[in-house]
């Protein structure tokens, strides 16, 4: 069975300081594992994902992700936040090709002040 | 290019009323998910499609049926509405079954009064 851990409900952050939203996964086989974000009242738009090639995945707007699979984690960064990059990040985990279904985390929300 | 389109965006029902929500793929797309959001909740999977044949299965109630028609739009029907039911439903597509990204709808607002 596979899961996904965010571990962090919030993360607060200055505008033009680091984002770092942390994932850890569990799979039983080789993941597919990407990154999606939620603004308020809108749909599921695709960051980044991570399919078994480069292990650092690069994806809009700024944002990149590193799969360690040594530690299992997967954590989404960006160098310099904006004020837009305010919403909800979900990390995901797919057991890959011949079964995708998509399992959740519950979720980052990531605060941007000014 | 062309979305996920998702209808209605929005719906208010009453207990023990019946919804359908609709979803219509990208075009090519061959693949359906069904995915529902509590509020504040993640997105909980709950069933696919796959060549009108459903694939997959997750936490569907089974007050809840759907099914995928020859142009591959999917219909997902809820009956006997409960409370509990308020969420935000998505709807994504695929090329292909076990496809490694699915893109997903703005989604359909259930409020259940």
């Known amino acids: 069975a596979q899961s996904v851990t965010q571990l962090d409900s919030h993360v607060s952050v200055s505008e033009g300081t680091p984002v770092l939203l942390r994932c850890n996964y569990s799979?039983?086989?080789?993941?597919?594992l990407f990154w999606y974000v939620q603004h308020p009242n809108k749909g599921l738009q695709l960051l980044l994902k991570?399919?078994?090639?480069?292990?650092l995945v690069k994806g809009i707007n700024g944002f990149e992700a590193e799969f360690k699979k040594s530690e299992t984690s997967f954590h989404l960064t960006k160098p310099s936040a904006h004020m837009s990059d305010a919403a909800e990040y979900f990390c995901v985990v797919s057991e890959g090709a011949g079964y995708s279904t998509l399992t959740f985390g519950k979720g980052t929300m990531l605060l941007v002040s000014p | 290019a062309a979305g996920v389109i998702q209808s209605p965006r929005h719906l208010i029902k009453e207990k023990r009323e019946t919804a359908t929500l609709k979803c219509y793929p990208i075009?090519?797309?061959?693949?359906v998910y069904w995915y529902q959001q509590g509020p504040g909740q993640d997105p909980q999977f709950l069933i696919s499609?796959?060549?009108?044949?459903?694939?997959d299965k997750g936490s569907i109630p089974d007050r809840f049926s759907a099914q995928q028609f020859s142009d591959y739009h999917s219909e997902l029907n809820m009956s006997s509405l409960e409370l509990g039911d308020s969420a935000l439903y998505f709807c994504?597509?695929?090329f292909g079954q076990g496809a490694l990204e699915q893109f997903f709808g703005p989604g359909t607002r259930l409020t259940v009064l």
């Open positions: 799979s039983s086989y080789s993941p597919s």
């Open positions: 075009p090519r797309h061959d693949t």
């Open positions: 991570y399919t078994s090639a480069a292990t």
């Open positions: 499609f796959y060549e009108k044949m459903q694939s």
């Open positions: 994504a597509s695929s």
